[in-house]
């Protein structure tokens, strides 16, 4: 029996699929080609991969502290046990993402295969994956390093490349010569002709003692710094913090130019795996047009769209009508706070937009008018001088923090469950139609005693009404 456990390496940001990704809720928590996010669909292809000899542990997860709830009720909503979540304190790339993983999986004295991918990628063949994915397991099982090698369909500029020894490879694990930066175009096409080469995708396969091996032959730095982060470490239930200061101190750099790269011609058996499962990582919008669905004119649509006379469109409208009238090669993303417009060529400069928004300090930046928070979500409705509206929903059994502010009032109405209403010494329990008034500077607390969802209408007043205008006495979530 191999013992294998799932690795999602759950950061980045995804700025080029904004307004849709954003900040405070990244690409990999969004629903771009189905019922799942690309982190649910990620979690079920590595928790079926159905071989009896492979007993598959519960995934572990690297992301960062703002997603943590986010990503545990994701898991939640699709079945998936969550084996642990690894919280950097700051972005630090993959290599020591993936060696806070290893010492968690070698931490109850076990020695599984790791499967790592990242969490924002789509596969559209599932039993195709797993095949593959079986195949690299079982080299790895032998100390092999494995790469997944997605088979290439077109001269693509953007991605690494990995070229085998072999170039018929026919399936089977191939001994990997050479790794190779993006190309041009030109040399992109030979590539193709060529044959023996392969796109590099960030999906790894190899067992965790073997990766901190290869780590300390090429990065004892990367090692060190991280093992010493992983010695501070707190735990909070299935929530795993490295030192927050000895973490920011590691170097930074990624898998491939830690190690990977490194390997060939070393003592170190690295091994590629052919993957031709449909595979995409989604990086900009025009990508997101390749996989979706289409008309017999090109067009791509999400959501509520009218489109006459165009051709080769994307469309994802959120919440309103978005029609079109005589419009070729364009993505249209609406959001309730923003929409992108943008020619198809040129979807990689939209973190151009983000990059201006953030300078600028928007707060379309980082998050949604519909916020996501661990005990449930608010959707600011509107907002003038002195006033804003907010819609909240709180899971059941679920509270905010007890709380204050100083700049502001607020009053509660109730349209669906059951309130639970600290307001100063007072603890009251509201209904539907019923309401309540926090007076500014007063302590207080929203809970959900109920079973069902609640729904509250908060209309806040005062002289600032910014989300940090909180000084908080208690919270569940161990947030400041």
């Given at each position: 029996m191999i013992k294998v456990t799932p690795v999602i390496l759950c950061g980045g940001s995804g700025t080029?699929?904004?307004?849709?990704?954003r900040a405070g809720f990244p690409k990999q928590f969004l629903c771009l080609n189905g019922q799942e996010s690309l982190f649910q669909q990620a979690a079920q292809r590595l928790s079926n991969l159905g071989e009896v000899d492979l007993k598959i542990a519960s995934p572990l997860i690297v992301t960062g502290e703002d997603h943590r709830f986010l990503a545990a009720e994701q898991l939640r909503e699709v079945d998936i046990e969550l084996g642990a979540a690894l919280l950097e304190p700051t972005g630090r790339n993959t290599a020591p993402a993936l060696t806070l993983a290893a010492l968690a999986a070698m931490a109850s004295g076990d020695d599984p295969v790791l499967?790592?991918?990242p969490a924002d990628q789509m596969v559209t063949d599932a039993v195709a994956f797993a095949s593959a994915t079986q195949s690299a397991i079982r080299e790895a099982a032998n100390e092999a390093i494995v790469i997944l090698g997605v088979t290439p369909d077109r001269p693509e500029t953007g991605y690494g490349y990995i070229q085998i020894h072999n170039a018929?490879?026919?399936g089977s694990a191939q001994v990997v010569k050479r790794f190779v930066e993006k190309p041009d175009?030109?040399?992109a096409e030979s590539y193709l002709i060529e044959g023996g080469y392969y796109w590099n995708a960030g999906m790894f396969v190899l067992k965790a003692s073997v990766w901190l091996k290869a780590l300390e032959q090429f990065r004892s730095d990367i090692l060190d710094a991280t093992y010493l982060a992983w010695t501070q470490r707190t735990v909070d239930a299935q929530f795993i913090r490295p030192g927050r200061d000895e973490f920011a101190k590691i170097p930074s750099d990624s898998v491939d130019?830690?190690?990977?790269?490194?390997?060939?011609?070393s003592r170190f058996d690295i091994k590629m795996v052919p993957?031709?499962?449909?595979?995409?990582?989604?990086?900009a919008w025009d990508a997101v047009w390749k996989v979706l669905p289409k008309d017999e004119f090109g067009n791509?649509?999400?959501?509520?769209?009218?489109?006459?006379d165009s051709h080769n469109t994307l469309v994802h409208a959120t919440s309103r009508l978005v029609s079109l009238v005589g419009i070729d090669d364009v993505i249209v993303v609406e959001t309730p706070d923003a929409v992108l417009v943008v020619n198809q060529s040129r979807s990689q400069d939209v973190k151009r937009v983000v990059n201006a928004l953030g300078q600028?300090?928007?707060?379309?930046?980082?998050?949604?008018?519909?916020?996501?928070?661990?005990?449930g979500w608010y959707d600011s409705l509107d907002e003038g001088g002195r006033f804003k509206v907010k819609r909240i929903q709180v899971k059941p059994k679920a509270s905010l923090s007890l709380q204050k502010h100083h700049h502001r009032a607020e009053h509660w109405i109730v349209v669906k469950g059951t309130a639970e209403i600290t307001n100063g010494d007072n603890v009251i329990l509201l209904t539907e139609n019923q309401s309540t008034y926090i007076p500014l500077g007063e302590v207080h607390r929203l809970a959900n005693p109920g079973t069902i969802p609640l729904e509250i209408i908060e209309v806040q007043s005062g002289s600032y009404l910014g989300e940090d205008d909180i000084v908080r006495f208690e919270d569940t979530y161990g947030r400041q």
């Amino acid at each position: 029996m191999i013992k294998v456990t799932p690795v999602i390496l759950c950061g980045g940001s995804g700025t080029r699929l904004w307004p849709l990704s954003r900040a405070g809720f990244p690409k990999q928590f969004l629903c771009l080609n189905g019922q799942e996010s690309l982190f649910q669909q990620a979690a079920q292809r590595l928790s079926n991969l159905g071989e009896v000899d492979l007993k598959i542990a519960s995934p572990l997860i690297v992301t960062g502290e703002d997603h943590r709830f986010l990503a545990a009720e994701q898991l939640r909503e699709v079945d998936i046990e969550l084996g642990a979540a690894l919280l950097e304190p700051t972005g630090r790339n993959t290599a020591p993402a993936l060696t806070l993983a290893a010492l968690a999986a070698m931490a109850s004295g076990d020695d599984p295969v790791l499967v790592v991918t990242p969490a924002d990628q789509m596969v559209t063949d599932a039993v195709a994956f797993a095949s593959a994915t079986q195949s690299a397991i079982r080299e790895a099982a032998n100390e092999a390093i494995v790469i997944l090698g997605v088979t290439p369909d077109r001269p693509e500029t953007g991605y690494g490349y990995i070229q085998i020894h072999n170039a018929n490879a026919n399936g089977s694990a191939q001994v990997v010569k050479r790794f190779v930066e993006k190309p041009d175009e030109e040399t992109a096409e030979s590539y193709l002709i060529e044959g023996g080469y392969y796109w590099n995708a960030g999906m790894f396969v190899l067992k965790a003692s073997v990766w901190l091996k290869a780590l300390e032959q090429f990065r004892s730095d990367i090692l060190d710094a991280t093992y010493l982060a992983w010695t501070q470490r707190t735990v909070d239930a299935q929530f795993i913090r490295p030192g927050r200061d000895e973490f920011a101190k590691i170097p930074s750099d990624s898998v491939d130019y830690a190690v990977m790269e490194c390997c060939p011609g070393s003592r170190f058996d690295i091994k590629m795996v052919p993957l031709d499962a449909g595979w995409s990582d989604l990086g900009a919008w025009d990508a997101v047009w390749k996989v979706l669905p289409k008309d017999e004119f090109g067009n791509a649509h999400v959501g509520d769209v009218l489109a006459i006379d165009s051709h080769n469109t994307l469309v994802h409208a959120t919440s309103r009508l978005v029609s079109l009238v005589g419009i070729d090669d364009v993505i249209v993303v609406e959001t309730p706070d923003a929409v992108l417009v943008v020619n198809q060529s040129r979807s990689q400069d939209v973190k151009r937009v983000v990059n201006a928004l953030g300078q600028k300090k928007r707060e379309e930046y980082a998050l949604h008018r519909k916020v996501h928070r661990p005990w449930g979500w608010y959707d600011s409705l509107d907002e003038g001088g002195r006033f804003k509206v907010k819609r909240i929903q709180v899971k059941p059994k679920a509270s905010l923090s007890l709380q204050k502010h100083h700049h502001r009032a607020e009053h509660w109405i109730v349209v669906k469950g059951t309130a639970e209403i600290t307001n100063g010494d007072n603890v009251i329990l509201l209904t539907e139609n019923q309401s309540t008034y926090i007076p500014l500077g007063e302590v207080h607390r929203l809970a959900n005693p109920g079973t069902i969802p609640l729904e509250i209408i908060e209309v806040q007043s005062g002289s600032y009404l910014g989300e940090d205008d909180i000084v908080r006495f208690e919270d569940t979530y161990g947030r400041q």
